[in-house]
Every structure is written in C-alpha cells, then in structure tokens.
C-alpha cells in the first residue's frame, strides 16, 4: 500500500511542476493540503537521508 501512496504523490507532484512550468512560479495550485504533503513527504525523505549519511560517517573504519 505504502508503495503505491509513494506513485500516485509521485505523479501529483510531477502534475503540481508541470503545472508551475507551463503557468510560471508563481501560479497558485488550490491544493493546500495536498502541497502540504507533499512538502512532508520531501521533508521526510531528506530527513531519512540525513540520518543514512550520518550512520554511515558515525561507523567506525576497520
């Protein structure tokens, strides 16, 4: 369920640039609350980066 969530915001987001591209940067999309999670999800997964690259230089070199 998780990964077809993640392809169908996916295409949403890939919908919401599209859109901007075509209107411009400033082109207001009503979706509030779909930008919002959007926004979460593109925070989350940044987070989840961070915390990779930091396990990775925390191990110690053998």
Do not use: H, N
Not at 36 to 62: F, I, N
């Amino acid at each position: 369920m998780t990964e077809r969530i993640d392809e169908e915001l996916a295409m949403l987001a890939d919908v919401r640039r599209f859109l901007r591209s075509k209107e411009g940067a400033d082109f207001t999309i009503p979706t509030t609350a779909l930008d919002q999670v959007l926004d979460e999800r593109g925070a989350s997964a940044s987070r989840q980066l961070d915390e990779q690259m930091l396990t990775l230089v925390e191990q110690p070199v053998r």
